[in-house]
């Protein structure tokens, strides 16, 4: 079964400051990878999706962007953070079928 | 955007007593997922129903899917401690030319307590 990494689980940054979060998969090979982002009490949002090395599409305009550098390697950046950046980052990649995701653990971003 | 609405946002109950949660959805889909959320935790993915299918069943869970309404429920019976957790339904669109890249549209969600 696929294992989705993620790190750091948690982060504090200051308003302005870069920012990157890591996912790596294992367990599956040429994965569609997700970013989401959920709100404190909310559902999730979808970022970025990728169906592909160097393949990005985004869903909403945003402070971020994501790259995919290597295929099971997926990474959220911003150059600046902005308050409205804090939240629950959550990455997934897609089981066979697009029948269910896979979900990692998370990183808790506060922008301070 | 989100396109799903859960109701009730929030549900307390007794275990062994039985929990339902509702969700609407605004688009046509090609099927339709219930996922849990333990707090602060990743997602579990816990069932999926086709558009085409009306009830689906797995274990203590109970799904349907009604078209018609664009909505579906999601029933647990016989409620346990451990069943404590954000439930989330979530829809793959009917994309153009049937490609939508498995992207979820996620619920706001239902905060379910289980008191022992």
């Known amino acids: 079964s696929q294992t989705i990494h993620q790190w750091p689980a948690t982060l504090v940054q200051p308003v302005g400051s870069p920012l990157s979060l890591e996912c790596t998969v294992e367990g599956t090979s040429n994965p569609n990878l997700y970013w989401y982002r959920q709100a404190a009490g909310r559902g999730l949002q979808l970022l970025f999706y990728?169906?592909?090395?160097?393949?990005i599409s985004s869903e909403v305009p945003q402070n971020l962007s994501a790259s995919r550098p290597q295929d099971r390697q997926f990474i959220l950046s911003s150059k600046k953070l902005l308050l409205s950046d804090s939240g629950f980052y959550l990455c997934?990649?897609?089981?066979?079928?697009?029948?269910?995701?896979?979900f990692g653990p998370g990183t808790r971003l506060t922008v301070l | 955007s989100q396109q799903g609405e859960e109701d009730p946002q929030a549900l307390s109950i007794q275990e062994g007593e039985n929990a339902t949660m509702n969700c609407s959805y605004k688009t046509s889909i090609n099927n339709l997922q219930w996922y849990r959320q333990n707090s602060g935790r990743g997602l579990v993915h816990l069932i999926l129903i086709r558009s085409n299918e009306r009830e689906k069943h797995s274990g203590r869970l109970r799904v349907t899917l009604d078209t018609s309404k664009k909505s579906s429920s999601l029933l647990i019976t016989a409620s346990r401690a451990a069943d404590t957790a954000s439930y989330f339904c979530?829809?793959?669109?009917?994309?153009?030319?049937?490609?939508?890249?498995?992207?979820?549209?996620f619920g706001q969600g239902t905060i379910l307590t289980v008191h022992p």
């Open positions: 997934a990649t897609a089981g066979a079928g697009y029948n269910e995701q896979f």
């Open positions: 990728s169906v592909g090395i160097g393949q």
């Open positions: 979530a829809t793959v669109p009917q994309g153009a030319g049937g490609t939508s890249y498995g992207k979820l549209t």
